[in-house]
């Protein structure tokens, strides 16, 4: 753990709970992105960063410090995105349409057209993310937790077996599984899936 993280928890233990406020502003951005990536609204993300915040204060004491505090933070943020929207799925429903066997979200994320000024890049990458956003829903919750983890998260294979309490060799076999099955999701014609 970081000498920076170190000194904080000691405080926050030693009942200077202000300094939580420290450890808050120091990831609550971090974690907010890890919730968005999960619940997919600004609103119920930052619901998830408060739950997070009181669930780690209220466990603090059981940190053992074997691994960085931000690992813990976002295994708690992670678990706490997965249960807030399996509470929110009802309500989803209701806001979604039924189109065939399938159910889909009628609300869309805005595209940030101000990264690449060629015209038309925006819509090009607007579908490619729609489409990678497709895929990674169809994946099952272990793949995509994983992809999440190591792609778009940039976790190191420590890290991520830290998280997941699995050894680092299963989170390189986990990883390989789930990359094939969104290769495949993303090019069904493609020959290297399972032998399909």
Do not use: C
Not at 1 to 19: E, P, Y
Not at 46 to 69: H, M, P, R, W
Not at 124 to 129: F, L
């Amino acid at each position: 753990m970081n000498a920076q993280d170190r000194k904080i928890l000691t405080d926050v233990l030693a009942g200077r709970t202000q300094a939580f406020g420290e450890l808050m502003e120091r990831y609550q951005d971090r974690l907010f992105a890890v919730a968005m990536r999960v619940v997919h609204q600004p609103e119920d993300a930052a619901d998830v960063v408060q739950e997070t915040f009181i669930n780690a204060y209220q466990s603090l004491a059981s940190f053992k410090g074997d691994s960085e505090l931000y690992t813990w933070l976002y295994r708690i943020a992670f678990n706490t995105a997965i249960s807030y929207k399996r509470r929110k799925r009802p309500t989803l429903s209701l806001e979604s349409h039924r189109n065939g066997d399938e159910i889909r979200d009628t609300i869309a994320e805005p595209a940030d057209t101000s990264r690449d000024i060629r015209p038309g890049s925006a819509l090009e990458r607007t579908e490619d993310e729609q489409t990678l956003a497709e895929a990674m829903k169809k994946l099952s919750p272990e793949h995509r937790a994983i992809l999440t983890y190591k792609d778009i998260d940039g976790l190191k294979y420590e890290d991520i077996a830290e998280i997941l309490q699995v050894p680092i060799g299963t989170v390189r076999s986990r990883l390989s599984r789930a990359r094939l099955e969104l290769r495949h999701l993303l090019d069904p014609n493609n020959e290297g899936f399972g032998g399909d």
